[in-house]
């Protein structure tokens, strides 16, 4: 099964369009990627935080340390290139089932059903 990329959003759904941020260089974003089976509609939800290095480093001065996996660490602020490298890692991660993509991704977001039992 191979995997694509359906939409990219702010975390809120609107579109990733509407982000601008102030600095290219100093910025911090929650994006929410649904992602899916090729050629099917149906999509599942991963979020993470996409940021500059910058940003990072204000946030891990604020009590020494950050601790998360779902960080993607870009050197400015690019949309479209921002959009290239999930693309890219999305389609990476094809697998025999769906399930083990999505396990694939959760190594790298939040995915939306982590938490389902």
């Given at each position: ?25 100093d910025f911090g974003v929650a994006l929410r990627v ?13 979020r993470f935080t996409v940021c500059s290095p910058a940003?990072?480093?204000r946030e891990c001065a604020v009590d020494g340390f ?52």
């Open positions: 099964m191979i995997p694509e990329v359906k939409g990219i959003f702010l975390i809120d759904f609107s579109s990733s369009e509407c982000f601008v941020p102030d600095d290219p260089s649904m992602i899916g089976p090729q050629y099917q509609d149906a999509a599942d939800s991963l940003w990072h480093a950050v601790w998360r996996w779902d960080i993607l660490i870009v050197n400015e602020y690019s949309r479209v290139e921002i959009g290239k490298i999930i693309e890219r890692v999305v389609s990476r991660s094809a697998a025999p089932t769906w399930l083990q993509i999505a396990e694939q991704m959760s190594r790298r977001s939040n995915w939306e059903f982590d938490t389902y039992t």
